[in-house]
């Protein structure tokens, strides 16, 4: 009887330090979960070169007060990265909420796999020591022949390997339930840190809209000042119509000049049709003269998406002091629409484009002192009324 107590006894303190030492067996998050936290971690990464690069651009001519206007455009890609920022933190929250929802889950399944492991393990012990049964020694040396010896040693292995494998079992599981646990703390701390951030970038946004505000506050109020720079803008905005001459007459040079893709234009900022200046002449409350507006000016918020008025080709995506960040189309048949004042940009040069597809967002770089859509046709190079071309 003592020898099967002591038996009893060290099985259990066996098991029960095997329970404890876990080996280092994590469960990893699913490889989908952790590529895509991956990648937004570079994205953040990527996006906090370019602000630095941003930052540096700025201070260098952040006292130059004869370069204001340029002042103001590179803050307001400064705005933009720090939206774009805000707008991955929040992203990777979400994937972080994900995966620990699914971790939680995954530690409760453990919890209870580990529970039914030991209750069996009890249960196994329970009946060792009810059913009397004698320590795995005492049984191999109670054989009274070497025959007798091989068919116990055979029983005894075979009763081993199942205590063994159970043992092996809890202890698997048992690594496996703490590795999760040290996952979920991990991404919990994460979660935190990216909450974090936000309120950070959003202080920096607030303040660098505020910054801009004030300039183009400024800009607004002082009349010498912007008619110098209203000066500068038309002749940038000619450069712009000479460049569309030129690829169109290229195009043409070259026989590569396509038929017009069809239909009616779409509006290209669904959802705001507030016009907030119409195309043609008007009288400048500034400036005090007649200037012909070149397009039709579409109010909406920073941030709104910006889309094809049709299908197309683009044929210019830069940015310039007159259109800040501008985007434009050609539709074939002499027909081209252009975009500017975004926020950014989301197509290239080269790029086929859809109806109705992404290609920026509201803002108000360039020559611009509100956020807003500046919206152009042309058709063989000649500006004519956009509303002319909506159904």
């Known amino acids: ?56 651009e700025i201070n260098a001519i952040k006292n130059d007060k004869s370069n204001e206007m340029a002042y103001k455009d590179k803050l307001e890609q400064d705005i933009d990265l720090t939206e774009q920022e805000i707008k991955t933190l929040n992203a990777l929250i979400s994937d972080y909420e994900t995966q620990i929802t699914e971790k939680q889950a995954e530690i409760d399944e453990l919890q209870i796999k580990l529970d039914n492991q030991i209750a069996q393990f009890k249960t196994r012990v329970r009946v060792m020591y009810e059913d009397g049964e004698s320590s ?84 607004t109020n002082d009349e010498a000042y912007l008619k110098e720079q209203y000066s500068i803008a038309e002749k940038e905005a000619n450069q712009v119509q000479a460049e569309i001459d030129r690829i169109l007459a290229q195009q043409k040079k070259t026989q590569a000049a396509k038929e017009y893709v069809g239909g009616v234009f779409g509006w290209p900022l669904p959802g705001h049709s507030t016009i907030s200046s119409s195309f043609g002449m008007r009288f400048h409350p500034t400036l005090k003269v007649y200037k012909l507006h070149t ?56 790029q086929t484009v859809s109806k109705g597809q992404q290609i920026g967002l509201v803002g108000s770089t360039g020559y611009a002192t509100g956020n807003h859509l500046h919206f152009e046709v042309r058709i063989n190079g000649s500006l004519v009324n956009p509303m002319s071309y909506f159904k």
């Open 295 to 350: 397009g039709v000016d579409i109010s909406a918020p920073r941030g709104t998406k910006i889309v094809a008025a049709n299908s197309g080709t683009v044929i210019t995506s830069t940015m310039n002091g007159a259109y800040g960040n501008y985007v434009v189309i050609d539709h074939g048949g002499g027909r081209t629409t252009l975009y500017a004042h975004m926020s950014s940009r989301s197509v290239s040069v080269g």
């Open 136 to 219: 795995y020694l005492e049984v191999l040396l109670e054989s009274t022949s070497y025959f007798a010896f091989l068919t116990r040693m055979e029983f005894v292995t075979s009763i081993m390997e199942r205590d063994n494998r159970l043992i092996d079992d809890m202890k698997a599981t048992s690594a496996q339930l703490k590795a999760a646990k040290e996952e979920l703390e991990t991404s919990l701390q994460e979660t935190e840190s990216a909450k974090a951030q936000i309120v950070e970038k959003q202080r920096e946004l607030e303040q660098r809209s505020a910054e801009s505000q004030a300039i183009i506050d400024k800009l």
């Open 1 to 56: 009887m003592k020898k099967k107590w002591i038996a009893i006894v060290a099985l259990i303190v066996v098991a029960a330090f095997l329970i404890m030492a876990v080996l280092p067996m994590a469960t990893n998050m699913s490889a989908s979960a952790a590529n895509d936290i991956s990648s937004k971690k570079n994205q953040l990464s990527s996006l906090a070169s370019q602000k630095s690069k941003i930052q540096s």
